[in-house]
């Protein structure tokens, strides 16, 4: 239990919408996150201690906190998340640090150029709480890295009960996790079927069911 | 049944209710008469409640998003999502006063600042589950994708209307949670939800 709580992950969240920032903070938080917000790319190269250079020769400064994961919004002003995905993956220093997209538009395209990129997932915004679920695995990648096994013995490698059940999760990028809520990146129309059913469901509230705990 | 000794009375002196009675019994009774009476109030808030948010679904002011919202909230942080909602709101405001700015002058309309409000305005109500509020901003993409002044002047008018609509079911929606907390009751967290009450008012009706 002490150890859980000392290796909690820190996640910086990249995103220029005020609303989004508090949004994205507090599904972090749900999922026992520590959590950074900024507003723009060039705050979080500052917060991570990289300086933003065109010069490939350019110091680059230790990292300053050690970030986990960084999440970002597609969409920003300046400095777009596309962009800061590419600083971060050509930076020796922070390459490691898996990058989520989150983009409020369903661009095949786009989707497929960020995760050729590097960036370990794309969310359709809004981003749900289950979409979080998903972030763990790539966040204990990073710790296992970090605590000295190579990369290729992590599926070998004998892992505690907890961590042998994050492993499972580690599933390709195109197969859905949640048998509820099917979210695939590509059919936003599918997922708007799905929401209609939800709510139509949900128009029929059984009270007859109702029980009044006394 | 209750007979005579049992009967209690209660007084309310300096604010702070005192229970009066010959023995124990009648003032368990008279404590579990009063613990009903609170739980049927609460039962009926409760209630009322459920229904008026079921009603804002099946109306289409709200969505499933807005169900997520909701999970987001616990004792921690009590006001989530009325805070969201607060910050919402306040978008929908600055972004209508901006984008009506720019659609002012028929000869010089700036769509890409149209456009932009848009966007935001479509992304904000999509975090919050504000379903009708969005879908006019799907039209209000389109009108604006082929520069139509006037169909834009349109959904600006009905993407203020819509919010402001929303604000004040939301508004009623957050009193009636207000009271449930102040009549001693959980607020129902389940969709569909049941009747839920706090621990400690968990009154026995044995009598």
Known sequence: ?214 | LMTAKSLASKETVNGRCWFYSDDDDGISVYLNRELHAMNTVVAQLQTQFQDYLVSLYQQGFLDNQFTELRKLQDEGTPDFVAEVVSLFFDDCSKLINSMSRSLERPENVDFKQVDSGVHQLKGSSSSVGARRVKNVCISFKECCDVQNREGCLRCLQQVDYEYKMLKTKLQDLFNLEKQIVQAGGAIPQHFPSYTILRPDIRPCLDA
């Open chain 1, 1 to 214: 239990m002490g150890m859980v709580r000392e290796s909690q992950f820190h996640v910086l969240a990249v995103d220029d919408s005020h609303l989004d920032r508090k949004m994205i903070e507090r599904l972090l938080q749900k999922s026992s996150c520590q959590v950074t917000t900024v507003d723009s790319g060039s705050k979080a190269l500052e917060f991570l201690g990289l300086r933003e250079s065109n010069d490939q020769n350019a110091l680059e400064t230790h990292q300053e906190v050690e970030i986990n994961l960084i999440i970002t919004d597609y969409c920003m002003p300046g400095m777009t998340g596309y962009d800061l995905l590419k600083k971060v993956k050509e930076s020796v220093a922070f390459r490691s640090i898996p990058v989520v997209i989150m983009s409020s538009e369903n661009v095949p395209a786009r989707i497929s150029r960020c995760l050729e990129e590097g960036a370990e997932e794309f969310f359709l915004k809004p981003v749900k709480l289950a979409d979080v679920t998903k972030l763990k695995p790539h966040m204990m990648k990073t710790k296992l890295k970090k605590e000295g096994e190579k990369p290729s013995e992590e599926e070998n490698a004998t892992l505690k009960p907890e961590e042998s059940l994050v492993v499972e999760m580690i599933l390709p990028l195109n197969q859905e996790l949640e048998l509820e809520q099917k979210e695939p990146m590509l059919s936003s129309n599918k997922r708007k079927a799905m929401e209609e059913v939800i709510s139509a469901d949900r128009s029929r509230p059984k009270y007859n069911d109702i029980t009044t705990s006394v």
